[in-house]
Nanobody, 120 residues
Framework: VQLQAYGGGLVQPGGSLRLSCAASGRIFAINLMAWYRQAPGQQRELVATISSGGNTNYPDSVKGRFTISRDNAKNAVYLQINSLKPEDTAVYYC???????????????WGQGTQVTVSS
């Protein structure tokens, strides 16, 4: 199982970005999917989660600006980021709880990260 994240880039303050992450390989079921970010010198922090049923959660620091969504048919998760701020600059990682087969227990998988830089 692999997760591939993409969609990052350089954007001006106030702009928007949409990050995407697709899972591939042997997949039986995908449970919780999430996005994390890690700024230079900082710990990795959770910014959004979405359950298999579509329930979402966000920390207060990003609520109202970040929107997570998923396409179960494509094994994909997305993160729409609006009103970007310089403090949103970080490497963004996708994360998923995936069951590779009905015989196996779920495991956590990480994408490789995509850089988001907010600067004028």
């Amino acid at each position: 199982v692999q997760l591939q994240a993409y969609g990052g880039g350089l954007v001006q303050p106030g702009g928007s970005l949409r990050l995407s992450c697709a899972a591939s390989g042997r997949i039986f079921a995908i449970n919780l999917m999430a996005w994390y970010r890690q700024a230079p010198g900082q710990q990795r922090e959770l910014v959004a989660t979405i359950s298999s049923g579509g329930n979402t959660n966000y920390p207060d620091s990003v609520k109202g600006r970040f929107t997570i969504s998923r396409d179960n048919a494509k094994n994909a998760v997305y993160l729409q980021i609006n009103s970007l701020k310089p403090e949103d600059t970080a490497v963004y990682y996708c994360n998923a709880n995936i069951r590779a087969s009905w015989l196996e227990l779920p495991a956590i998988y990480w994408g490789q990260g995509t850089q988001v830089t907010v600067s004028s």
